[in-house]
């Protein structure tokens, strides 16, 4: 079979990349090792998305904005951090700003469920679900997938976006710094007797770290950080008992908490590629950059990475050139870099910092809070990035 681009891994990067392609003329498939119903009907995962002003602009002018529900968008009007026993708190909101929220907090399975119909309306994209990749390898002249069923699909652009673990990342042939944090992540909804005000907090104590996300009504998700051992424990506590304990680890600051979701729990580790492009094949996604989830920003780095990819794309057509043309790819895989490597680098070392406990650690995680309320244009910058007001191309 014989495509302009395939895209590995039909996740929201892959998916939101088919979408913008939409309108050029390229023949584009997508291969996913998930069944079709698993991508039509995503299930619950435990993950809400911190969207920024912009990539909510990228995915109204995709069309999946509009085929999120309600229920499932709940708005971010301030965000908090909270260091060890300390109730002084750094925040971050939108004073100053015509804007009234950071953002939107989003279900993860509302977007790759939205996504899934807006590449899928595309009729120039082609889903191959439930399938694995055996083999690919890229030249000169193009790149040969090769599924598990004996399949052979060539294309004129290999697009790897299956995951920060990837296995086409290391078929190409490109290396990837890896962070392991040594620590688990689990996520999951709670309902409290208290209201959170649309206020995020991030709470690095002593042994965990976490994060509470204000959904809609008496609602949130929290966000767990701990060693494996500990968060085995707490895996395997009853549902009964798995509120109460919550809710003390958090020193009852929302009240008596209850679970209402299913448990989700995932390794901490960070990835960031060694580099984004190789002859005819580009990296996007977690791919290419998986961030540590402290900074909320992985999720949108995916949707403004296939923004600046599609915009390359695009362009390289205008102009009538081969798109997949090797200064094409790197600049693409330039300006990718510029918008992502300050913050990844950033990122964990603020996770590295506030997840150690040692007398000079702490001392440095006290003053980083205070300094930041302190430093008004510091902290501005900041909440710019967050918030990430610019409009989508």
Known sequence: MQFDVVIV??????????????????????????????????AFDGREIALTHHSMALLRQMGAWDLIPEESISPLRE?????????????????????????????????????YRTATANPDVTLLAGVAVSGLRTGLEGAEVTLEDGRRLR??????????????????????????????????????EGPHHGVATEWFDYGQTIAMLPLNGHESSAVITLPPEEMARLE???????????????????GAME??????????????????AATRAVLLGDTAVGMHPVTAHGF???????????????????AGRDFAAPDVLRRYA??????????????????????HDTPPARFVRNLAL????????????????????????
């Open 9 to 42: 891994g039909g996740g929201p990067a892959g998916l939101s990349l088919a979408t913008s392609l939409s309108g050029t003329g390229l023949s584009v498939a997508v291969l996913e090792r998930q069944g079709e119903a698993a991508l039509a009907e995503a």
């Open 79 to 115: 965000a908090r951090v909270l260091n060890g026993g300390s109730a002084y708190a750094l925040r971050f909101d939108t004073t100053g700003r015509a804007e009234a929220e950071l953002g939107k907090l989003v279900s993860n399975h509302s977007i790759r469920r939205a996504l």
């Open 155 to 192: 294309a004129r652009l290999l697009v790897a976006a299956d995951s920060r673990f990837s296995a086409a990342r290391q078929a190409l042939g490109i290396g990837a710094e890896m962070r392991d944090f040594g620590k688990r992540m689990l996520v999951c909804r709670l309902r409290h």
């Open 236 to 254: 395997a506590m009853p549902e009964a008992a798995f509120g109460a304990e919550v809710a003390r680890r958090y020193r009852q600051r929302l």
């Open 259 to 276: 679970l209402v979701s299913t448990r989700h729990v995932y390794p901490l580790v960070a990835v960031y590629a060694e580099r984004f």
């Open 300 to 318: 949108n780095f995916g949707l403004s990475g296939q923004e600046i990819l599609a915009g390359e794309i695009r362009a390289a057509l205008s």
């Open 334 to 355: 330039l300006a990718h870099r510029r918008a992502t490597r300050p913050l990844y680098l950033a990122t964990n070392a603020t996770a590295l910092i506030y997840t």
């Open 370 to 393: 205070r300094l930041g309320n302190h430093l008004r244009p510091v902290q501005q910058r900041i909440v710019s990035h967050l918030m990430e007001t610019r409009k989508a191309a």
